[in-house]
């Protein structure tokens, strides 16, 4: 299974494909439109798995009714050439008809990890997410599945939600791929024009500035807040939506740091929403 | 893998024996105290799969809390040595402990046809079921799942979380096994007194009764539903909880039958609650 590639794109088609993989099986889920972020999760799937599976599908359920779905960015011809040349054995490009057909009915959620972050902000975002992995996971049934740290929540409700639901499949988190200035790779920064573009920077730039106050032993999580904020505010195009300390395994929020912390934050520039974290400790 | 049958009560262990099957796999999922409508189910299995896999486990998150969960009938001795007899590959007897661990927050739910029927009677219910189905589906990883139709609403929010999750497993429904005197078998007939025993039969009595006036042209599902009270309200023992006359794909009560129906009641005998069914058309 090395010299070409496969695009399955009805559940048979994976199925199909998916029999004649014979040995640890990586998945990396993806809403395509691929950067170098995406490419290192298949890098590192590729070192870990003898196959590796890379599913491309805009997630509608994981979008709120005011939310990008429409203008989410695709490129699938560039998406497939890219994973052709990281070597990749199946990958999978189903519809929305095919996902959710006519009928469909059933969720999964994870009930207390969804609750603030992200999922204060985007009201059923999680589920999406979460039903859309455990759909993927049922159907490509992996041995190892990866995911960015850059989506630090998702991470964390994955991990729970595998747990939970008896997989027998481990979740593996890489890190944030940034561009030069500091910006993390994201598929939505191709919204930005060049002038928010050159603000973007300023989310790394706040979480940086915490993190030197936090290496230089501030522990108190409210002045770390402030930092972030008093960092953004001085970029005039930045509109922060919540930063948050907290807890990195449960994400409750932090009176004081004593563990391992999250930091994270979500700042629209212009109509752009864009989130970022760095781990404290 | 056909001489010893392996007991596995952890994840891994499950997930270590399930390794070394070698062919199609077939779950049988029980909640033990094993009669012959399960015996049925695993030949059904064996007939149809290399392997079989039977999992024993009183799942506590599909009882009420005024149902009978902490005197539901248990006989695991008697348990290993039924399946070890039929020829079952694996047995999975996991602890409450090891399903839903300290923390455990994760839920599947089929919206639409848990609403009806059992779904009315037992608020949160199928959200027990469709979540452990789902655990022991991904645990397992079975090619074929095997269910009674007594459940048969059961059944059918399987079949229909099954294809939503996009799960590669065909759910196998099997007919109902009866007494001698046509009570449908049930590990909870074990709670009839004798004379409640002897009262029992009057659930099928009556679903028979109204299917052969259905096979005489009665397609007023009302009429047959009435067929149903009045033979039931000759057993003083018998106390009616429902009865429904519902379309078998979707669930939904009939005016009149024009496709295949599900005849379905629920009965209380003293305090023990029986459920039966029959299929018109």
Not at 139 to 147: E, L, M, N, V
Request: proline letters at 5%; hydrophobic letters at 40%; one cysteine or more.
């Amino acid at each position: 299974m090395s010299e070409s590639m496969i695009i399955a794109s009805t559940l048979d088609e994976l199925y199909h494909a998916r029999q004649y993989l014979d040995g640890p099986v990586g998945l990396v889920p993806t809403m395509g439109y691929l950067h170098n972020g995406h490419i290192s999760l298949v890098r590192q799937a590729k070192m870990e798995c003898k196959n590796v599976i890379v599913s491309i599908f805009v997630n509608p359920t994981q979008f709120g009714p005011n939310e990008d779905l429409s203008n989410y960015p695709r490129n699938m011809e560039q998406d497939l050439r890219l994973l052709e040349n990281a070597g990749v054995d199946i990958v999978w490009t189903p519809t929305s008809e095919i996902m959710y057909p006519p009928g469909y009915q059933t969720w999964v959620e994870v009930e207390t990890l969804t609750k603030p972050l992200e999922g204060s902000m985007r009201p059923g975002h999680f589920r999406g997410v979460t039903t859309i992995v455990s759909k993927l996971f049922n159907a490509a049934r992996p041995d190892k599945a990866y995911f960015g740290q850059k989506d630090a929540q998702q991470a964390a409700v994955i991990r729970q939600m595998t747990r939970d639901l008896s997989y027998p499949i481990e979740i593996v988190v890489c890190p944030i791929l940034r561009e030069a200035d500091g910006l993390a790779m994201s598929s939505r920064n191709t919204y930005l024009s060049v002038e928010q573009r050159q603000a973007a920077p300023v989310l790394f730039r706040a979480l940086s500035t915490a993190k030197t106050a936090f290496d230089d032993r501030e522990r108190n999580a409210e002045k770390l807040r402030q930092v972030v904020k008093d960092v953004l505010s001085a970029e005039p195009l930045a509109r922060l939506q919540y930063v948050s300390c907290a807890d990195y395994d449960t994400l409750e929020e932090l009176d004081v740091i004593t563990g391992r912390a999250l930091l994270s934050l979500a700042v629209f520039i212009g109509k752009t929403r864009l989130i970022d974290n760095i781990i404290l400790g």
